[in-house]
């Protein structure tokens, strides 16, 4: 056959590129660190959000109140 790709197999390679994905699974148990000055706290994973400009981002809960907020993925780390 020729180096002739058509439309449709044109937009189905396109639709196949990935971005970065995220590095903690919905329902993971995380530690979440503010600042330098914080101690850490857990949270468990309840949504996964798209960049905001500075990098992944996710909808954490907290274990212990059931406070909610949003943080970038490099303010968490895996629970143990």
Do not use: W
């Not at 180096?3 to 970065?20: L, N, Q």
């Not at 468990?44 to 943080?71: A, F, K, M």
């Amino acid at each position: 056959m020729s180096d002739y790709i058509d439309a449709r197999e044109r937009f189905r390679r396109a639709k196949t590129v990935t971005g970065p994905t995220h590095k903690f699974d919905v329902g993971s148990h995380v530690a979440y660190k503010a600042g330098p000055s914080t101690e850490r706290s857990f949270f468990r994973v309840t949504r996964h959000l798209p960049d905001g400009g500075q990098g992944l981002q996710y909808r954490i809960r907290s274990e212990r109140d059931g406070q909610e907020r949003v943080c970038t993925e490099n303010a968490l780390e895996r629970s143990t």
